[in-house]
């Protein structure tokens, strides 16, 4: 038995396929290139990180200026008479 020839649908479908292979391929490189180039920047930024954070480490850390005292205690509220009458001796009437 021979096989019959492939029809052109079959040959575009094959040749659909391999052009999806060889563009997977291609881009399956570029991002494998751009993770590389994300791990690289994150170690950078790591060492840079770790050399501030040592630097501030080794630098004393600043005194706190001493916490001023809270004000005073605030008088005592008078009692509502007193208020009323103030209030009337000040000619407020309602």
């Known amino acids: 038995m021979t096989k019959s020839p492939p029809s052109p649908s079959q040959l575009a479908r094959n040749e659909r396929m391999r052009l999806a292979a060889i ?15 994300v791990r690289k920047n994150m170690e950078r930024l790591r060492a840079l990180r770790m050399a501030r954070e040592a630097e501030e ?24 008479s007193d ?11 309602t």
Do not use: N
């Open 23 to 37: 563009e997977g391929a291609k881009a399956r490189s570029d991002i494998e290139a751009r993770d590389v180039a």
């Open 57 to 80: 480490a080794a630098q004393p850390k600043p005194v706190k200026a001493p916490a001023r005292k809270k004000a005073t205690a605030k008088r005592a509220a008078g009692t509502l």
């Open 83 to 93: 208020f009323l009458t103030s209030q009337k001796s000040t000619g407020r009437t």
